[in-house]
């Protein structure tokens, strides 16, 4: 079982619909992580928080919108997304120091129509 | 980033050691390297991480060449379960990006009954 819950595990959506991907740990971790996974690919960054502020955005469409609301949680909120955003979004905590290893969910599939 | 060099995939015979390589010619100083694997419809896990000095744990052992260019992954024993693709990844130890991953393409290994 991993430490760090995504939800939903699988979420098909419109290219008009908005919906939200969720996160959580209760490991104490300040430091969270989004990254997109296409089939047969490495994980790729999207975005960093440390401390619930957003530190590193890797050049990511705005129709991605990444929130932190407390040091337990990690939201990506959608809208407008296109059918090649398809793809297995990952979430991952790591604790304090930069040698902590990162833990990550099993991630949410998403299918785009 | 400091990028890493792995084969593509591996085979392995179980019950038998395997050898993962990876090659990171362009290590800075302050790099840490970090393996990773990820199962099949999982995400990311940490296996083992090391600076200088070869490293072991309950999962692997990691041995890291002496100017830190390349460095092997050691599973001492292979099981069906250990079928995923490994990660070698540089990380910095420093800075903004410090604990950031980011992945290669990773060495699909193979157990074979």
């Known amino acids: 079982d991993t430490e760090v819950t995504q939800t939903p595990k699988h979420l098909v959506m419109g290219m008009t619909n908005k919906k939200s991907l969720k996160c959580e740990q209760h490991m104490g971790h300040r430091a969270m992580y989004w990254y997109k996974q296409k089939a047969k690919k490495p994980p790729e960054l999207m975005f960093v928080y440390s401390y619930e502020k957003l530190s590193i955005n890797e050049s990511v469409p705005s129709r991605f919108s990444p929130e932190c609301p407390n040091s337990s949680l990690l939201n990506l909120h959608l809208h407008a997304l296109q059918p090649e955003d398809s793809a297995l979004y990952l979430c991952?905590?790591?604790?304090?120091?930069?040698?902590?290893?990162?833990?990550f969910g099993d991630g949410t599939r998403l299918s785009i129509l | 980033d400091a990028k890493t060099t792995q084969p593509n995939s591996m085979e392995s015979n179980e019950e038998e050691p395997v050898h993962l390589p990876c090659n990171h010619s362009?290590?800075?100083?302050?790099?840490?390297i970090h393996w990773y694997r990820q199962l099949p419809s999982q995400g990311p896990e940490y296996v083992i991480h090391?600076?200088?000095s070869n490293v072991n744990n309950r999962m692997a052992s990691l041995a890291i060449a002496e100017d830190r260019k390349s460095s092997t992954l050691i599973l001492h024993r292979a099981t069906l379960r250990d079928a995923a693709v490994y990660y070698c990844i540089l990380s910095l130890n420093y800075g903004g990006s410090q604990g950031n991953l980011i992945f290669g393409k990773g060495t699909k290994l193979s157990v074979k009954p």
């Open positions: 090391g600076l200088t």
């Open positions: 991952a905590s790591r604790g304090q120091g930069a040698v902590q290893p990162q833990h």
């Open positions: 362009t290590i800075s100083g302050t790099d840490y």
